[in-house]
């Protein structure tokens, strides 16, 4: 445990402000070493009080986020993660990988207030600034095929929606394959990136990696971003929200992942799917055409009603969203919200 958890532990147990003396000499360690670990506390969120002669006093843990605020409200499986929090990374993907390869074990997670290469699908890059959102990720090591891996990214998109939910209180859907949605808006993309053993044909990890926009940036998107991307919060975010949203996601993820190839997650995925009613074009192998979406299979592939009438299902890559999907999304949304009004 690092100075500053140790100070936090001390300072959330107290009834009564501690000098900087009283919690040197209980760890062991120099006054320099307390007042920089109290900075570091501030810098994460943590309100601290230092009233001289009296000293530190723990007002409010509004903004933090911390391991231990995660780790008390794990349960289940989630309770074996490992967690850490850093300030700034280049991607918590490209972290964690190098950790994997350097024999970390599963469960490990890592959280950073940002991302200087926030990495999305497609070689794109993930808008990450400080303080403005959720950037996660964990580290697995799969007892399966690496065929099983897209089921990763599945349960984690369903992980996240149902989040979301608890959170904010309102309905977060899913746009196949990995992107969730909320009022019509993508608020948070995933990206599972895995290295195959050759000759076991299984896993040697996988690293998930979920980025959530909790608020919208000083300034609001840029003009390319508003057109697609939203946030959890369109005005100020509630106390400890992003502690509670990554306890959250890790709950129900472990609760999946334990038993990932049972795919109990499926339904919920399927009832979340943005894509169902609407129309997309396909590309299979020389065939090309358009179709109905009816929605998403137990192998996480999109049902297609043909014009011809079969049905059809097709896998990620073979499937093309149209330009007008958002505003498609849009009406979609608008006449949901006028129905709820109607029937209240």
């Known amino acids: 445990m690092s100075v500053s958890d140790q100070i936090l532990d001390l300072l959330e147990g107290a009834d009564a402000p501690l000098s900087g003396e009283e919690m040197a000499a209980k760890l062991g360690v120099t006054r320099n070493t307390v007042w920089k670990a109290v900075n570091r506390l501030k810098e994460a969120g943590y309100e601290i009080e230092a009233a001289t002669n009296r000293g530190y ?37 490209t972290v964690l990988k190098g950790l994997a390869e350097q024999g970390g074990a599963e469960g490990m997670v890592l959280l950073a207030q940002e991302q200087t290469q926030g990495k999305g699908r497609l070689g794109r890059t993930f808008f990450s600034p400080k303080g403005t959102g959720l950037y996660m990720s964990v580290l697995l090591r799969p007892r399966f095929s690496a065929e099983e891996a897209l089921s990763i990214t599945t349960a984690a998109a369903v992980a996240v929606a149902e989040a979301v939910d608890q959170v904010t209180g309102q309905h977060a859907r899913i746009k196949w394959v990995n992107d969730v949605y909320l009022r019509g808006r993508k608020v948070c993309g995933i990206l599972t990136e895995a290295a195959v053993d050759f ?31 939203g946030a959890l919060f369109p005005g100020e975010v509630p106390a400890g929200a992003r502690t509670r949203l990554a306890a959250a996601i890790l709950n129900r993820f472990f609760s999946y992942y334990q038993a990932l190839p049972d795919r109990t997650f499926m339904k919920a995925y399927a009832k979340r799917s943005l894509l169902t009613g609407m129309e997309v074009t396909y590309t299979q192998g020389d ?10 299979d137990e192998e996480a592939r999109l049902l297609l009603r043909l014009p011809d009438g079969r049905e059809q299902a097709f896998s990620a890559g073979e499937v093309q969203i149209k330009k007008d999907f958002l505003d498609w999304l849009r009406r979609e949304e608008e006449e949901n919200s006028s129905e709820t009004c109607r029937k209240e």
Not at 57 to 79: I, K
Not at 203 to 227: C, D, H, K, T, W
């Open 57 to 93: 006093r723990l007002v409010s843990e509004r903004n933090a986020l911390t391991p231990q605020g995660v780790r008390r409200l794990l349960a289940g499986p989630a309770e074996r993660c490992a967690i850490q929090v850093q300030e700034s990374v280049t991607s918590t993907n």
């Open 199 to 229: 000759e076991s044909g299984g896993l040697q990890y996988a690293v998930l990696g979920m980025g959530i926009n909790i608020r919208e940036p000083e300034g609001g998107f840029s003009p390319e971003l508003a057109q697609v991307a």
């Open 287 to 296: 065939r090309a055409g358009e179709g109905l979406v009816l929605g998403v």
